[in-house]
T-cell receptor
Framework: SQKIEQNSEALNIQEGKTATLTCNYT??????LQWYRQDPGRGPVFLLL?????KEKRKERLKVTFDTTLKQSLFHITASQPADSATYLC???????????FGGGTRLMVKP | ETGVTQTPRHLVMGMTNKKSLKCEQH?????MYWYKQSAKKPLELMFV???????ENNSVPSRFSPECPNSSHLFLHLHTLQPEDSALYLC?????????????FGPGTRLTVT
């Protein structure tokens, strides 16, 4: 069956360090992969989209990589700040349809 | 603000009540979505409307009934709900339903069924 896995345990890091979050998938041929940020009690906010033929995408302090061989995307936040503390969701759109399927999210806590 | 509004923000209803959730987007998008988010579970897609036509119904029980009168408004009509339906209900919109565009989410309606 199709699965999208994100680390359900919270990631705790020190301010100024690079946070790296992982999104693994199985039995998918994703055409697009998206990352969202969600704060408690609020809707997700779009951050980055990466296509299957792209290896890396950057936006300010954010970087996303996409390895279709490893079936994995990594999401990096450099020079992390306490304001980056949130839950980060990855979402895949497969080649088989238009539906976007979300992972369970990883909570990031950046300590000052 | 994301350009997607939802009302009410909080709703408590009994199992025999009928209520409706409302979503409005001011982005000129053609696709609108309802998602359910329960504690400790991933976002679950419920319904998709693309150019006012329902294109996805993700095996949602009939006690949830969507309505899309125009491309800017989306409703979720609720009746005879169960306690396990308590969750955060999120509305989203995107330029179209191709999966190539990002989705913009509203703040959600926190629903409690008693």
């Amino acid at each position: 069956s199709q699965k999208i896995e994100q680390n359900s345990e919270a990631l705790n890091i020190q301010e100024g360090k690079t946070a790296t979050l992982t999104c693994n998938y199985t039995n998918y041929s994703p055409a697009y992969l998206q990352w969202y940020r969600q704060d408690p009690g609020r809707g997700p906010v779009f951050l980055l989209l990466i296509r299957e033929n792209e290896k890396e995408k950057r936006k300010e302090r954010l970087k996303v990589t996409f390895d279709t061989t490893l079936k994995q995307s990594l999401f990096h936040i450099t020079a992390s700040q306490p304001a980056d503390s949130a839950t980060y969701l990855c979402a895949l759109r497969s080649n088989a349809g238009n539906m976007l399927t979300f992972g369970g999210g990883t909570r990031l806590m950046v300590k000052p | 603000e994301t350009g997607v509004t939802q009302t009410p923000r909080h709703l408590v209803m009994g199992m025999t009540n009928k209520k409706s959730l409302k979503c409005e987007q001011h982005l000129g998008h053609n696709a609108m979505y309802w998602y359910k988010q329960s504690a400790k579970k991933p976002l679950e897609l419920m319904f998709v409307y693309n150019f006012k036509e329902q294109t996805e119904n993700n095996s949602v029980p009939s006690r949830f009934s969507p309505e899309c009168p125009n491309s800017s408004h989306l409703f979720l009509h609720l009746h005879t709900l169960q306690p396990e339906d308590s969750a955060l209900y999120l509305c989203a919109s995107s330029r179209d339903y191709s999966g190539t565009y990002e989705q913009y989410f509203g703040p959600g309606t926190r629903l409690t069924v008693t």
